[in-house]
């Protein structure tokens, strides 16, 4: 596969795929890298759907052991019971709206301890609709750091994976005809792959150009 340059470092994600370290998602990893030495209680890190920032949260929780926190089960009474005896804990899809009493709440508990809070989220907190003043206060103080779209060196790699990850030994050419035709999205790259390989199974074919090109046009992507 060496017509595509991949010069991608590796990191390990426990009970996952690998993660991609590119331009797009670097000074998240470099903030997750930085624990327990962050300078502030809690780190955000936004961005579009299929950026990655869900794989970037589960190997960040490999690393502290923090507890994964539902948005939509946290209220008031429970923060205790639901962070424990932790001293890092993690929101997902902080921006789809959660008990901003609770989470200020959570967030003390977390500050008292020495503690930190990771929050995820499709946009930065100013434009979350926070009501609460004190924790709109204390969300102001965040680290917020962006993960950008996936440029074409990602995506190739994500795509490599996948293919790896089924077994499926692949042309490089196929996956340059993907690039140039997918949504740049690690959610595409899932379902391309996902689709490819059933096609090729049904179909007893390999994975070639012409069958890629008869799953983009089965998905509705011009090819």
């Known amino acids: 596969m060496t017509q595509i340059p991949l010069d991608l470092p590796h990191r ?3 009970g996952a795929a690998d993660f991609l370290v ?4 670097r000074d998240a990893v470099a903030w997750l890298d930085r624990w327990p030495g ?7 890190v936004h961005g579009e759907e ?12 490999a690393q502290s052991g923090a507890v994964a926190i539902d948005r939509r089960a946290l209220t008031t009474d429970n923060v205790p019971h639901l962070l424990g005896d932790a001293a890092a804990c993690f929101i997902e899809d902080a921006d789809r709206g959660f ?14 301890r020495g503690g930190h809070l990771l929050l995820t989220a499709r946009a930065p907190v100013s434009h979350w609709g926070i009501a609460l003043p004190d924790l709109s206060s204390r969300l102001a ?3 917020s750091v962006p993960v950008g779209a996936p440029d074409d060196e990602l995506i190739a790699g ?10 499926i030994r692949v042309d490089p050419a196929v996956v340059t005809y993907l690039l140039g035709r997918m949504e740049r999205s690690f959610a595409s790259a899932r379902r391309v792959v996902a689709a490819l390989d059933a096609a090729g199974l049904a179909e007893k074919r390999g994975i070639t150009v012409p069958l ?7 998905l509705d992507i011009d090819s």
Do not use: S
Not at 52 to 57: I, R, S
């Open 50 to 61: 299929g950026c990655g920032k869900t794989h970037l949260t589960h190997v960040w929780q």
């Open 141 to 143: 103080t965040a680290m």
């Open 99 to 112: 008990d901003e009493e609770a989470v200020l709440h959570l967030y003390n508990l977390l500050a008292e």
């Open 12 to 14: 390990a994600a426990m």
């Open 212 to 218: 890629a090109r008869e799953v983009l046009r089965r």
């Open 22 to 25: 590119a331009p797009c998602n």
């Open 158 to 167: 994500i795509l490599i994976k996948h293919f790896m990850d089924r077994q």
């Open 38 to 44: 962050w300078p502030v209680t809690a780190l955000v």
